[in-house]
């Protein structure tokens, strides 16, 4: 059957299965790099930043004092 075939079918057969080969290598090499930077990293513990929510507090402790001011 592949004797049968003219030679720009065997071409482009060659062509596909090899196009396919470098897209399934790619994805799979940039798995494995995701999977390595994922597994190296440290692990890094969010925690809220206290200043944040110390500023806010005091701003809007301001803010209501002074409108409380105002309205006497």
Do not use: C, F, H, Y
Not at 45 to 55: K, M
């Amino acid at each position: 059957m592949w004797k049968d075939k003219s030679p720009g079918v065997k071409i482009l057969w060659i062509w596909t299965i090899g196009t396919a080969a470098v897209l399934v290598a790619n994805v799979a090499t940039s798995r494995v790099r995701d999977m390595n930077k994922i597994i190296n990293t440290p692990e890094q513990s969010p925690s809220p930043p206290n200043d944040l929510q110390t500023t806010d507090s005091i701003i809007t402790g301001t803010v209501l004092d002074s409108s409380l001011e105002k309205e006497s």
